[in-house]
């Protein structure tokens, strides 16, 4: 389940911690006393080579980042200033080079350029332990994992909330190289999280608040066709009941073939009453009469089933929104398929602006490889995720938890 979001996230973050650690190998800083001896002079005439002023300050800079690393450019600019005329004009071109840091200490002497304060050891030691991540790091994070991102069904308003998420938490900061993998992958998670946890709806509480009013919950499910909605309603009535709470069916789906049946059967095995009209009649009348039987049997919820529809479908909507305006549910439960691509992001929205929905169930997550839609659902109507369905089976459904869920992405 979820293999393939896991990987991509998984990979992206070794990549990037490797590329961090083989910097430091690409750099390495030579130790302070590891001095090469300098080869003899060659006999050759000396000449007087006058260098230009640029050409110093290069070589000035090019041995301290050598030497401790990218030398303050205060400090190399300051040295530029004192530099006189005359005292560049008489340094002298040796005919093979020595090795670097003599050259440096060579030329340091002959310009009176003063050594750094602060210890070297400590210069180095941070230098190698530590490393500054910066926006261009974070650029060619994303640059790569992008991509997985996106075939893992991610929407791209959620990869740029992720981008930013991570921006804040890491551009800038000053970690431990051994620690690149674990910074990360925390602040992945604190962002991942961020966008999958909107919240919590607590059922068993909403049934409780109802029944200190003397009445049942009502709970309508809604959804695009096949999404998985009666199969959840099953889920949901079974998973009460054995809280020890008494649900009621309602067979809202008055319009598909056999939609009554299916629910008919559910009922039958997890024993829970369903309350039919015939095909065609009206769902927002069945559903009424599911409650009017609930507060007859001293019921605790009614859970209404209605007929699949595509969002752009007007006239299914309008019932949809009169099935809510009548039976005035406690909660609107959209379910959608977990395996939609982009369009679960779609989808979502639409039914929540003509609707308004107050959780959601993702369904088929057991077959699910991608995962996208879970967190680009939740983010994009920034509602709570309520259960994930796990399987066929009537006890796999799994009560959401956002911690859990985003600490199996990325552990
Ligand atoms: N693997 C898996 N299959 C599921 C899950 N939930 C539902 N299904 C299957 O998805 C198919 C459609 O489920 P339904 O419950 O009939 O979906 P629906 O939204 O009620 O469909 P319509 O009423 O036609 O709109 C069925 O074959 C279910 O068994 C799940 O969590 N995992
Ligand atoms: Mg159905």
Redesign the pocket.
């Known amino acids: 389940m979820l293999g393939f979001l896991k990987k991509k996230l998984k990979d992206s973050i070794k990549k990037f911690s490797k590329k961090v650690e083989s910097e430091e190998k690409a750099k390495p800083v030579p130790k302070a006393k590891e001095k090469k001896p300098a080869k003899p002079v060659k006999p050759e005439p000396k000449k007087k080579i006058k260098k230009p002023l640029e050409i110093i300050e290069k070589e000035i800079e090019h041995i301290k980042e050598e030497q401790e690393g990218v030398l303050e450019e205060q400090e190399t600019e300051e040295i530029a200033e004192e530099l006189p005329e005359q005292e560049v004009e008489s340094i002298q071109e040796p005919v093979v080079k020595p090795a670097k840091l003599e050259q440096e200490e060579e030329i340091e002497e002959e310009l009176h350029v003063e050594k750094p304060k602060i210890g070297l050891r400590q210069r180095l030691f941070k230098k190698i332990t530590q490393r500054k991540i910066e926006a261009a790091d974070l650029d060619g994070f994303f640059e790569e994992m992008e991509p997985d991102l996106l075939q893992a069904n991610i929407a791209f308003e959620v990869i740029q909330f992720l981008k930013d998420q991570l921006r804040k938490s890491l551009e800038g900061r000053e970690i431990k190289r051994s620690h690149v993998e674990d910074e990360i992958t925390k602040a992945l998670e604190i962002g991942l999280l961020k966008t999958v946890d909107q919240g919590r709806v607590d059922i068993e509480a909403v049934i409780k608040k109802c029944k200190s009013n003397n009445r049942p919950a009502v709970v309508v499910v809604i959804?695009f066709?096949?999404?998985?909605?009666?199969?959840?309603i099953a889920k949901l009535a079974n998973y009460l009941k054995n809280k020890n709470y008494k649900p009621v069916l309602a067979a809202g789906?008055t319009w598909?073939a056999a939609?009554q049946e299916?629910l008919e059967y559910h009922g039958e095995k997890i024993g829970v009453k369903v309350i039919k009209h015939q095909y065609g009649a009206d769902s927002a009348a069945v559903v009424f009469d599911a409650v009017k039987h609930a507060e007859a049997k001293g019921l605790d919820i009614v859970i209404a089933d209605t007929?699949?529809r595509t969002h752009t479908n007007t006239n299914l909507m309008d019932e949809l929104k009169k099935v809510c305006r009548v039976n005035k549910p406690d909660l609107k439960v959209l379910?959608v398929d977990s395996l939609t691509g982009n369009d679960a992001v779609e989808q979502a929205k639409t039914f929540d602006a003509e609707i308004g929905i107050d959780a959601v169930v993702l369904?088929?997550?057991?077959?699910n490889e991608r995962g996208g839609a879970i967190l680009s659902v939740a983010y994009a109507v920034k509602k709570p995720i309520l259960f994930l369905?796990?399987?066929?089976k009537y006890e796999?459904f799994e009560q959401f938890d956002a911690q859990k869920f985003v600490k199996s992405l990325v552990e």
């Not at 066709?225 to 959840?232: E, P």
């Not at 369904?363 to 077959?367: I, L, M, P, Q, S």
């Not at 369905?389 to 066929?392: D, E, N, P």
């Open positions: 959804g066709n096949g999404a998985g909605k009666t199969t959840s789906d598909r939609a299916q007929a699949g379910v369904t088929k997550v057991d077959v369905g796990m399987g066929q796999e």
